[in-house]
């Protein structure tokens, strides 16, 4: 009987091309993205979120060169989705011996109602959530800075100003 280590040394020589492939997958939609899309998409972000008489302000440079790679990486994550999904789909099915699992038109009715619950939910906080924070959020930050309970601090994020 094969030890642990052994196994896993097997599995994960058996992954090695797959995970190479999906990690080309990843840097490629990430590299296409930063130089694509990342500008297109702060742009959007700030015309469609940002509340009425607030600005973007950032504390350092670095925040908006790691706002655009985080946006890139998700992008790139996006891409080799279905890619994953693939090979564990393909690796469950040799691995429990399933010949046919479905049904093609009950996969496609699964995947297409998977994929149109998934953008409903983007669109709902994207454009009734988090406007209505955003709005929230602006508003207690010149509540607050009327009444001078807080002092403004120093932070590594974004953040919005009412000035």
Do not use: W
């Amino acid at each position: 009987m094969a030890s642990i280590s052994e196994e896993f040394g097997y599995i994960i020589g058996a992954l090695k091309k797959k995970i190479m492939l999906i990690s080309g997958i990843v840097i490629a939609g990430m590299l296409l993205s930063f130089s694509l899309l990342a500008d297109p998409i702060l742009l959007r972000i700030k015309q469609d979120l940002l509340p009425e008489g607030a600005v973007l302000i950032y504390i350092s440079p670095v925040e908006v060169i790691m706002l655009k790679l985080k946006i890139a990486l998700l992008t790139g994550i996006i891409l080799a989705t279905p890619v994953m999904c693939y090979y564990v789909y393909k690796a469950l099915k040799e691995r429990f011996g399933i010949r046919n699992p479905m049904k093609k038109s009950h996969l496609i009715i699964l995947l297409s109602s998977a994929i149109s619950l998934f953008i409903t939910g983007i669109s709902y906080a994207y454009f009734l959530m988090l406007p209505l924070v955003l709005n929230y959020l602006n508003y207690m930050s010149a509540c607050q800075q009327q009444r001078e309970l807080l002092q403004p601090g120093l932070s590594t994020s974004l953040h919005f100003s009412s000035s």
